[in-house]
T-cell receptor, first 115, second 115 residues
Framework: SQKIEQNSEALNIQEGKTATLTCNYT??????LQWYRQDPGRGPVFLLL?????KEKRKERLKVTFDTTLKQSLFHITASQPADSATYLC??????????????FGTGTQLKVEL | DTEVTQTPKHLVMGMTNKKSLKCEQH?????MYWYKQKAKKPPELMFV???????INESVPSRFSPECPNSSLLNLHLHALQPEDSALYLC??????????????FGPGTRLTVL
């Protein structure tokens, strides 16, 4: 079965620096890979989606890369702020033949941005 | 309206009780999902409904019974649960159609405690 690992359970960085989170998976490559943010006691919030034929996607201070050869996605937050502190989840996205999609989430990285 | 609502926020039940969790969305989404999330773990997919039909059941025990009465509503009926079923139960929805990006919108979750 698919195994998805994110680089570390916790990552502390200084405000203004770039945070880089890693998502590694085994076995087959999904057609899509998604990144979500989750705050304590709340549901995940979608951030970015990248397709298997895309190398890079950007949205404001966020950037995600997808390397199907390495079976890895990198998620970057530039000019990080304390408000970016949260748990970040990568999710492999397998489209169901019956409709909807099956997300398998990684273990998550808890990011803390310090002043 | 990009909101998924879930009721109740918190639920405490005994092992012999029958209760239901409710989820609602008014985004016109045709795919709806139930996830289970234990503390400090990622969400785990339980069920997927597409166009009001069950399309994925991730081998969930029969004490959890999903129901999709219409395209806006999703229920999860609970009966004879075990203490290890205590978790945050998340509902999500996505467009669900062919060719859609199918990013998922999550509700805030129901915190379930089984005594």
């Amino acid at each position: 079965s698919q195994k998805i690992e994110q680089n570390s359970e916790a990552l502390n960085i200084q405000e203004g620096k770039t945070a880089t989170l890693t998502c590694n998976y085994t076995n087959y490559s999904p057609a899509y890979l998604q990144w979500y943010r989750q705050d304590p006691g709340r549901g995940p919030v979608f951030l970015l989606l990248i397709r298997e034929n895309e190398k890079e996607k950007r949205k404001e201070r966020l950037k995600v890369t997808f390397d199907t050869t390495l079976k890895q996605s990198l998620f970057h937050i530039t000019a990080s702020q304390p408000a970016d502190s949260a748990t970040y989840l990568c999710a492999l996205d397998m489209r169901g033949t019956g409709g909807g999609n099956k997300l398998t989430f990684g273990t998550g990285t808890q990011l803390k941005v310090e002043l | 309206d990009t909101e998924v609502t879930q009721t109740p926020k918190h639920l405490v039940m005994g092992m012999t009780n029958k209760k239901s969790l409710k989820c609602e969305q008014h985004m016109g989404h045709r795919a709806m999902y139930w996830y289970k999330q234990k503390a400090k773990k990622p969400p785990e997919l339980m069920f997927v409904y597409s166009y009001e039909k069950l399309s994925i059941n991730e081998s969930v025990p029969s004490r959890f019974s999903p129901e999709c009465p219409n395209s806006s509503l999703l229920n999860l009926h609970l009966h004879a649960l075990q203490p290890e079923d205590s978790a945050l139960y998340l509902c999500a929805s996505s467009q669900g159609g062919r060719g859609s990006t199918d990013t998922q919108y999550f509700g805030p979750g129901t915190r379930l405690t089984v005594l």
